[in-house]
């Protein structure tokens, strides 16, 4: 049984900074990829940053250079650090976890773990 569950949300000004953190329960975060995801209100899910099991970080054009994923397998924990936000990060952000045969496919992997995510606000 997998739970994730994210954290770290919140309101903050332009040009601020926020971690998020995601901590599964019931899965090895060393055993598959794990990403970020993020979805704006009116708008369709989004894929924000994936990392490997061998450490790989790959980024959406729009938060390259201003958002870095990391992990720390010894306490299955999933970060994402944002710096220089802008409003246009606002959203409901992600936490998921690969599965085999998982329901949302992004970067060639299959998905199917999900946190309830957590809310970013980013005001002018």
């Known amino acids: 049984q997998v739970r994730l569950a994210e954290s770290g949300g919140g309101s903050v000004q332009t040009g601020g900074s926020l971690r998020l953190s995601c901590v599964a329960a019931?899965?090895?975060?060393?055993?598959?990829?794990m990403a970020w995801f993020r979805q704006g209100s009116g708008k369709s899910r989004e894929g924000v940053a994936l990392i490997s099991r061998s450490e790989l970080a790959i980024y959406a054009d729009s938060v390259k250079g201003r958002f870095t994923i990391s992990k720390d397998n010894a306490k299955n924990t999933l970060y994402l650090s944002m710096n220089y936000l802008k409003p246009e990060d606002t959203a409901m952000y992600y936490c998921?976890?690969?599965?085999?045969?998982?329901?949302?496919?992004?970067?060639?992997?299959?998905?199917?773990?999900w946190g309830q995510g957590t809310q970013v606000t980013v005001s002018s």
């Open positions: 019931g899965y090895d975060s060393s055993s598959g990829f």
């Open positions: 998921a976890a690969e599965r085999a045969g998982g329901g949302w496919s992004q970067w060639g992997i299959n998905f199917g773990y």
